[in-house]
DNA sequence: TTGAAAGCGCTAACAC
DNA sequence: GTGTTAGCGCTTTCAA
């Protein structure tokens, strides 16, 4: 049996026949193939030549074989529960790394891992040397997977800083705390005094970070009122947050959100409070998203920068993966606050 | 030179390892990994626990070598230009297919491809059997690729019919028609006679299909006014087209856009204009996403039904990759409207 | 600088 | 049923 209904088209080139068109020896033309120095002008163009001819390409099965690389990095959706992402967040990350593998011969693998089943699938691929190193994102706080990785000697990077630093796991981040405390002093400076947030989840350092960053903007400035209710970045629970505030000091001014979907709810809230955005309470959210440009009034928001932080994510990996033991920073990318309509 | 820095984990037991542990052959073992039903009980049970014993796994690489099957399938995400994908679509259907594929031993290779050298990468891809089959989405009713892929012998299947039916390469899509038509309908039925649409680009079937539902809602009803403006799923083309139907007809009661981003922007220019939501002018959104909900009013929409045609399209594809020459029927899935407070 | 040759770990055809 | 064996296409010493 030709194996499972295969019908695989003629079979291509090999090595051995560009050689034997090229009247020289399976060595060379692998040599030549690998970019290798040590092979003459002459014997160069007449391997070339001959693979141009032939259409050669290198069979990835038997290279593997050999050389005991996959060419084959894994990014990990390490998402717990049904979590989404808010737009631009996949979708631009993963267009960030797929640019900047694309100039390297690395293949990428996409796996989302929510369930423990999963994740252990995703520890058995890597441990089995299925792929040559993982990049993941989405993580909480407490996930064991990154550690384990790493633990079992696979080149490991993660997005977003994790809550405990992992030895030997770089990490790429926008600069959440950055981010948050221009938007809280943003705030501030309007001359709001009566400042809340809606955090995140505090076992995310997104949430953790968003927080402090709030704190931060705040630290030292005397006659602010400040008021923190916790988040878990959705919607209903942004809303849900926001009527606990409003409930706590009626007389609140503003309000940042570490989510524009909490943002989002936030704005319901308050019109159901009967309050003015942005006269009665001002309104800043986290990440950008399309639905920052479409809540009525449109929220103001703090944009991270996804696709470079994809591609940053990918530079760590490759670097990891070709250097080991190579201590690698973490990359902190800057974030932008865009002001709109709601503060 | 032990490869580019490479320290791989301590070598991985091989099948001969296992075939000595058990006492038995080699060709043994691979017919116990393979599942072969022509191995004896006591056999399979001495092998078994030689596996379990030591760990073992298959080198994937070897095994490829030999069967000429790579065991990954490609997601080609085909977009044109910077255009995004609106919040549940790119993550829902990864997840569904990371589900399907789960329980097969296939892997999924993702690659963005936007630009011509991108496509190009991955005509090469495919030619030079890196892959065992190809899922497309995204696609825009003119792109070569699919029926280049096809003709290069390979299984491909596409998520959104292809605006001319390719032979050999099955698709995914939701009931756009449909959808449109519950949308179109339900409008009517709530007394709305002047009723707009704003269209998708008529390159995509999306686009092409949610007109035809609008249409088909209103075919043979007498008094109803139809206005049709073009759009291209943005929401400021959505504004812009909202701006153009209110010039052309002021006293419009309806609108169905054909995504709820151009609904976004269609309700900012009912708002700019002085009309009421719902009440003046209704409007209807499709996809579902994340900015119907977080509008004002949310946005009443369409929903398809993401994740689930993301597993129907891994189905498609493992069934081509399995069958080849086996005809494959179109899997159309139904869509929903949801009630929210702009219609 | 180049050629020869030894595998990498596995499957599948064939023989017993 | 099970063992034997011939490769799959490539990289990489080792010699020349």
Redesign the interface.
């Known amino acids: 049996m030709p194996?499972?209904?295969?019908?695989?088209?003629a079979r291509?080139p090999t090595l051995e026949q560009v050689a034997a068109e090229a009247g020289v020896s399976r060595g060379t033309v692998s040599r030549v193939v690998n970019g290798s120095l040590e092979v003459s002008a002459k014997t160069l163009r007449l391997v070339q030549d001959a693979i141009d001819k032939l259409g050669y390409?290198p069979?990835?099965?038997?290279r593997?074989?050999v050389?005991?690389?996959?060419d084959?990095v894994l990014?990990v959706?390490s998402e717990s529960e049904a979590r989404?992402?808010?737009?631009?967040f996949?979708?631009?990350l993963?267009?960030g790394l797929?640019?900047e593998l694309?100039t390297t011969p690395l293949?990428?693998?996409?796996?989302?891992a929510s369930t423990a089943r999963?994740h252990e699938?995703v520890e058995?691929l890597v441990?089995?040397?299925?792929v040559?190193g993982v990049a993941l994102i989405s993580l909480h706080g407490d996930d064991p997977l990154p550690r384990n990785l790493a633990a079992?000697?696979a080149p490991v990077v993660v997005n977003g800083r994790p809550v405990i630093e992992i030895p030997g796991v770089p990490y790429v981040d926008a600069d959440n705390l950055a981010g948050a405390r221009a938007a809280t002093e943003y705030l501030y400076r309007q001359g709001r005094r009566r400042i809340a947030t809606i955090t995140g989840p505090q076992d995310m350092c997104a949430g953790i970070d968003r927080l402090a960053g709030f704190r931060a903007a705040l630290k030292g400035r005397r006659g602010v009122t400040r008021l923190v209710a916790q988040g878990d970045f959705g919607?209903a629970d942004g809303e849900r947050a926001m009527r606990e505030l409003l409930a706590e000091d009626p007389r609140l001014d503003a309000v940042f959100a570490a989510s524009d979907?909490m943002a989002?709810g936030a704005?319901?809230a308050l019109?159901a409070a009967g309050r003015g955005v942005p006269d009665d309470v001002a309104v800043v959210g986290f990440d950008d998203?399309?639905?920052a440009?479409?809540?009525?009034p449109a929220l103001t928001s703090v944009r991270q920068p996804v696709q470079q932080m994809g591609r940053e994510l990918a530079r760590l990996l490759i670097s990891r993966?070709?250097?080991?033991?190579q201590e690698l920073a973490p990359v902190i990318l800057p974030t932008e606050l865009l002001c709109r309509e709601s503060a």
């Open positions: 194996g499972p209904g295969r019908a695989r088209a291509r390409v069979n990835q099965a038997a593997s074989l050389t005991r690389r996959t084959t990014l959706v989404v992402f808010t737009e631009p996949l979708g631009g993963v267009r797929s640019q694309a293949q990428l693998n996409l796996m989302m999963q699938r058995q441990r089995h040397g299925h040559d079992a000697g919607q979907l989002a704005l319901r019109r998203s399309d639905v440009r479409n809540t009525d993966i070709s250097r080991p033991d």
